[in-house]
């Protein structure tokens, strides 16, 4: 990036910046786990847990993107645009925390002086202007224009770098032809994609080998879903959110003959799987779950008959198997120790409405509901009557009863991390055609590119993705090296969801009347990612139920 008026980052400052950052919100974290009795009491602070949780994950955010810039120009990168980018996002987290603890200092309770001697001090305060110059934000946003928002980052992963290059070939020709009329007509996802995809490998790429998968582990499959979700968030880029999910929980708590029975197929793509926690009256109190799960012998098999309504569920009807949470300790007091996660076979169904007839006399109903985006999967509410499961579809077994809600709890934390993949891949698509728009759109008689807030705009946009992404590519690394971690994927889900609401929403502004017309895909993106942040933990309980937890609870 070359711009005469702006003198490049003196990227030593930034760092001290973020080290200044993270040591006050390390601050504030320890006098709020003191007053929430080590997060017990979260509840009675709600408001300033989640500021805290937010304030964590933008920080978490800043460290993943300025330790990426300095790798990249260690080994050589010329490209400044990534080191200016760590500036800007690392000034931004700054003055918000600063503007945040002097509007709420009674919750904070850090104290002016303290504020004064960190992000208060003259030098600090002179870091973070020079990095957030306007000059410097638009040059970005040049940059980014000029290149089309196409994302070329350096990766130091020579399998991560070929799974990009081959990935988004596949996606290009292969998702983005169709995404547009899966969209408008709401239709399923074609059979042809899964098939492609499951040849390619795609379904099995963080599954180990042992189990017939490509044992690749979390980032090549972490850029696959960001690629495809670059294309379609809903006809190819979430179809490896589910399998993942019952991966992990099988990994964690199968036995050992379940694993070999389910894992293979699943890794292959002929297993599609749909996740069955959500209730029509369940929803973020997963502990609660009603839907039951009673023993019972059916037609001289050992089982479980399975009663109850379940809503949300996505790709039910394409599915082979529902990866379900059930009550199979009566007692309600039990809570999320009476809970069992089910692998439970059906027939797939193409259209927008199911029902499955057992011969022993069990019916499995359902029917999707309309949404806005997300189309092409359908999410579907189902009621399950008398429903017969046998003993070896209880994962785990009779060791695994009662232990469901843990099992299920790891799976999300998976599916987690992959939303930071889909949501960075849908944010991705948002800042190349809002790049591209802006070097063909002409108003005034000029490119409105030419314009310098809309290159502000574009530059704030690529450094939000950037960051975002860099996030998520972290805590992928992390998962590889320890599978039981939760707050990374959490954050990287949460912060990534924003980013993508907000990008797809700006750039639809700067596509004008046109961002409205459905005939723009970013019409689409918009409503798309407006999903994003509800499920797997819609956002006020992922940042107080799982980030604040964990950070007040350590
Ligand atoms: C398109 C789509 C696809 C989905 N796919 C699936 C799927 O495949 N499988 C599945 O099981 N589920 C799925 N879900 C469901 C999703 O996970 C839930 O919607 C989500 O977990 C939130 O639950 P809820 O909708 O019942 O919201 P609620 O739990 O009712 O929460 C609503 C709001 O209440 C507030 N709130 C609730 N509790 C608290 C609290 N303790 N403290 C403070 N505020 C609180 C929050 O502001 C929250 O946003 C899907 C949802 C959608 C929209």
Redesign the pocket.
């Known amino acids: 990036m070359s711009d005469a008026g702006v003198k490049p980052i003196d990227l030593a400052a930034v760092d001290q910046l973020v080290v200044t950052t993270d040591a006050v919100v390390q601050e504030a974290l320890a006098l709020a786990r003191r007053r929430t009795d080590g997060g017990k009491g979260i509840d009675n602070e709600?408001v300033h847990c989640e500021r805290l949780a937010y304030a964590a994950t933008e920080v978490a955010a800043a460290k993943a993107l300025l330790a990426y810039a300095t790798a990249a120009l260690e080994h050589g990168q010329q490209d400044r645009s990534i080191a200016e980018m760590a500036a800007v996002f690392a000034a931004e987290v700054a003055q918000r925390l600063a503007g945040s603890i002097d509007a709420h200092s009674a919750e904070f309770a850090l104290g002016d002086d303290r504020l004064n001697q960190t992000l208060g001090a003259p030098a600090t305060k002179a870091v973070i202007r020079a990095a957030l110059s306007d000059a410097r934000v638009r040059a970005i946003g040049r940059h980014a224009i000029q290149q089309r928002g196409v994302n070329h980052s350096w990766l130091d992963n020579e399998l991560a770098l070929m799974t990009r290059d081959s990935v988004r070939q596949f996606a290009e020709t292969e998702v983005a032809p169709i995404a547009e009329h899966i969209h408008r007509h709401d239709d399923l996802v074609p059979d042809a994609i899964i098939d492609k995809m499951s040849e390619l490998g795609f379904f099995g790429m963080s599954v180990p080998e042992a189990y017939g998968g490509g044992g690749m582990g979390n980032l090549p499959m972490i850029i696959t879903t960001e690629e495809l979700s670059r294309c379609s968030l809903a006809a190819a880029g979430s179809l490896i959110t589910r399998p993942e999910i019952l991966t992990k929980a099988l990994l964690k708590g199968g036995t050992e003959a379940q694993k070999q029975k389910w894992l293979p197929p699943i890794a292959a793509g002929r297993v599609m799987v749909?996740?069955?926690?959500?209730e029509p009256d369940i929803?973020?109190?997963v502990a609660s779950v009603k839907c039951r799960a009673d023993g019972a012998e059916v037609g001289g098999k050992k089982g479980y008959v399975i009663n109850g309504a379940k809503a949300?569920?996505?790709f039910a009807g394409r599915a082979n198997v529902l990866a379900l949470l059930a009550r199979t300790d009566p007692d309600p007091q039990k809570g999320a120790r009476g809970l069992s996660l089910f692998i439970v076979e059906k027939d797939p169904f193409p259209g927008h409405e199911l029902e499955m007839k057992q011969a022993t006399g069990g019916v499995l109903h359902g029917r999707a509901d309309r949404?806005p985006g997300?189309r092409g999967m359908h999410?579907f509410t189902l009621s399950f009557d008398n429903y017969f499961v046998p003993a070896e579809n209880l994962v785990g077994e009779q060791g695994g009863l009662n232990k469901g809600f843990y099992l299920q709890m790891g799976g999300f934390a998976a599916g987690r991390l992959q939303t930071g993949g889909r949501a960075t891949g849908l944010s991705q698509a948002a800042l190349e055609r809002t790049a591209e728009y802006a070097n063909d759109r002409k108003q005034f008689g000029e490119p409105i590119g030419n314009f310098q807030l809309t290159q502000h705009k574009l530059g704030r946009m690529a450094t939000y993705v950037m960051a975002g992404r860099q996030l998520t590519y972290a805590a992928a690394l992390k998962m590889d090296a320890d599978e039981a971690i939760a707050l990374e994927p959490a954050m990287a889900k949460l912060f990534t969801s924003d980013v993508a609401v907000w990008v797809t929403q700006e750039g639809q502004l700067l596509h004008g009347g046109w961002g409205y017309a459905e005939e723009f895909p970013i019409s689409r993106y918009v409503v798309d990612a407006t999903?994003l942040p509800?499920?797997?933990?819609?956002?006020?309980?992922l940042e107080?139920k799982v980030i604040a937890r964990t950070l007040l609870g350590g």
């Open positions: 709600q749909g996740i069955s926690v959500t929803g973020s109190d949300w569920c996505t949404t997300y999410s999903v509800i499920f797997e933990g819609v956002k006020p309980i107080l």
